[in-house]
T-cell receptor
Framework: EAEVAQSPRYKITEKSQAVAFWCDPI?????LYWYRQILGQGPELLVQ????????DSQLPKDRFSAERLKGVDSTLKIQPAELGDSAMYLC??????????FGPGTRLTVL | AQSVAQPEDQVNVAEGNPLTVKCTYS??????LFWYVQYPNRGLQFLLK??????LVKGSYGFEAEFNKSQTSFHLKKPSALVSDSALYFC?????????????FGKGTKLSVIP
């Protein structure tokens, strides 16, 4: 069964450093999402791509976060500089248009 | 703006008993509703969805959910709970239409099935 791949699974960094997360969606899924999940809460959308284009980044903190999906397949989410409040699980998901979203295992980020 | 409420932080049920995890929603238009399950340090797994049609939706692992438009609810149910069902359950809603497919999630309900 096809799955969404994410790396790394865990990342520990110091405040003010740069971090990057990678996601490879299920083959054929044109829509890709990045969510942030703070402990004890549900995921919140950061950015949605349709192919290589950003459809919704209204909740992405653009002063420090950036996301790209250059060839419309895999995607990278970057944080620079990281802050203590960025500690969370970062989840990538993909879907065929507006159908159900399939999530990867996530990247657990700890900022010290 | 759309929102989801899961009124119970935790639900405890004995193995073999029926379980219900509650969800209510608010959205403009006809909702798209979803249930996901999350195991520790894992991503979310899709269980079932309601888009249109029969109000009773059947999903994976014996779970089902009932859509009630008048009560704006979408409660998750299972006739006989298993210990392996113990996990964190999230209800999510999406507004219909094209464009952003953003899912708005509830805060989650921790289900504990007691042997």
């Amino acid at each position: 069964e096809a799955e969404v791949a994410q790396s790394p699974r865990y990342k520990i960094t110091e405040k003010s450093q740069a971090v990057a997360f990678w996601c490879d969606p299920i083959s054929g899924h044109a829509t890709l999402y990045w969510y942030r999940q703070i402990l004890g809460q549900g995921p919140e959308l950061l950015v949605q791509f349709q192919d290589e284009s950003v459809v919704d980044d209204s909740q992405l903190p653009k002063d420090r976060f950036s996301a790209e999906r250059l060839k419309g397949v895999d995607s990278t989410l970057k944080i620079q500089p990281a802050e203590l409040g960025d500690s969370a699980m970062y989840l990538c998901a993909s879907s065929r248009a507006g159908n159900e979203q399939f999530f990867g295992p996530g990247t657990r980020l700890t900022v010290l | 703006a759309q929102s989801v409420a899961q009124p119970e932080d935790q639900v405890n049920v004995a193995e073999g008993n029926p379980l219900t995890v509650k969800c209510t929603y608010s959205v403009s238009g006809n909702p798209y509703l979803f249930w996901y399950v999350q195991y520790p340090n894992r991503g979310l797994q899709f269980l079932l969805k309601y888009i249109t049609g029969d109000n009773l939706v059947k999903g994976s692992y014996g779970f089902e959910a009932e859509f009630n438009k008048s009560q704006t609810s979408f409660h998750l149910k299972k006739p006989s709970a298993l210990v392996s069902d113990s996990a964190l359950y999230f209800c999510a809603v999406r507004a219909p239409g094209a464009g952003s497919y953003q899912l708005t999630f509830g805060k989650g309900t921790k289900l504990s099935v007691i042997p």
